[in-house]
């Protein structure tokens, strides 16, 4: 059964940050694209960022600059680096496994789900 299991969550105050990790079991997800979604309170769940089959990179506009994506396929994990975080970064950060098509993800691009980790960013 595969499993994605997120750490790293908390609050922090605006401009910190922090770093998310997810590490997936149960198959191997080299080859296939993994990354992150986030749902805000009364907001659709929807896509931050993902690294796709060959490690090419794909974020959200609302993150670029301040957000990193990367994998470690040998730990079939993917991370999450969140700098310069802002009150509007506040959410259930998701990840999610075997996305496709990566571009303009949407809920229904994605296989495997986490159960998500709350990050509240304070004034």
């Known amino acids: 059964q595969v499993q994605l299991v997120e750490s790293g969550g908390g609050l922090v105050q605006a401009g910190g940050s922090l770093s998310l990790s997810c590490a997936a079991s149960?198959?191997?997800?080299?080859?296939?694209?993994m990354g992150w979604f986030r749902q805000a309170p009364g907001k659709e769940r929807e896509f931050v960022a993902a690294t796709d089959w060959n490690d090419v990179a794909h974020y959200a506009d609302s993150v670029k600059g301040r957000f990193t994506i990367s994998r470690d396929n040998a730990k079939n994990t993917v991370y999450l680096q969140m700098n310069d975080l802002k009150p509007e970064d506040t959410a259930v950060y998701y990840c999610?496994?075997?996305?496709?098509?990566?571009?303009?993800?949407?809920?229904?691009?994605?296989?495997?789900w986490g159960k998500g980790t709350l990050i509240t960013v304070s004034l």
């Open positions: 149960g198959r191997s997800f080299i080859g296939y694209a």
């Open positions: 999610a496994a075997d996305i496709k098509p990566v571009g303009q993800a949407g809920v229904d691009s994605v296989n495997y």
